[in-house]
């Protein structure tokens, strides 16, 4: 079993969908959450981040972390092209820590 | 303005030949990392270091090796040894701040083996 298991889709939505992103994971330790965004033939980018458990706003962007049942999901509202895109999810335990990386879902938005 | 510089975009590699892919960055960051990304398995680590002169192997560092000379710098050597090396590579750098340990990382360099 892979420490942090993410469906890699591909995710086609029309635009103005609400998009629900997830990964789940394994390690209870992790207490880090980050959300990367990686366009095609780029470097990943971070999106979000969340520490412990709890949700997190930022425009369009939700992010939220379920500890007890080890469930990190990115909601996307109003859903755009521009949004089209892979989100990886990223999560790590401790400062000394490397971080884990789920596979990555591919989202479209089509106009 | 600050950031990771990977070097060359795109590399050929002929089979048996060694190749290096250049990695620098100026955000002065301690730690640096060189990821491997193939379709559907999402981000391997290869190798990271957290300071210069030092650095461990990750996940999957067989046919693969770096040094750390220089803090800016962390160049990535993809060996013969390395059986399937045709892969989209990434450096990446981070600090430790109140997202935690906030990883960055540059545009990316894809190896082909031809």
């Known amino acids: 079993q892979k420490e942090v298991e993410q469906d890699p889709g591909p995710l086609s939505v029309p635009e103005g969908a609400i998009v629900s992103l997830n990964c789940t994971y394994s390690n209870s330790a992790f207490q880090y959450f980050m959300w990367y965004r990686q366009y095609s033939r780029k470097g990943p980018e971070l999106l979000m981040y969340t520490y412990s458990s709890g949700n997190k706003e930022d425009g369009r962007f939700t992010a939220q972390v379920d500890k007890s049942s080890k469930y990190i999901s990115l909601f996307i509202r109003d859903s755009q092209p521009s949004d089209s895109a892979t989100y990886l999810c990223a999560m790590s335990a401790t400062r000394n820590n490397d971080m884990r990386f789920g596979a990555g879902t591919r989202l479209t938005v089509k106009p | 303005d600050g950031g990771i510089t990977q070097s060359p975009k795109y590399l050929f590699r002929k089979e048996g030949q060694n190749v290096t892919l250049s990695c620098e960055q100026n955000l002065n960051h301690d730690a640096m990392y060189w990821y491997r990304q193939d379709p559907g398995q999402g981000l391997r680590l290869i190798y990271y270091?957290?300071?210069?002169?030092?650095?461990q192997k990750g996940d999957i560092a067989e046919g693969y090796s770096v040094s750390r000379e220089k803090k800016e710098s962390f160049p990535l050597t993809v060996t013969s040894a390395q059986k399937n090396p045709t892969a989209f590579y990434l450096c990446?750098?981070?600090?430790?701040?109140?997202?935690?340990?906030?990883?960055?990382f540059g545009e990316g360099s894809w190896l082909t083996v031809v």
């Open positions: 990446a750098s981070s600090i430790w701040d109140q997202a935690g340990n906030t990883i960055y």
């Open positions: 270091s957290q300071i210069v002169n030092d650095f």
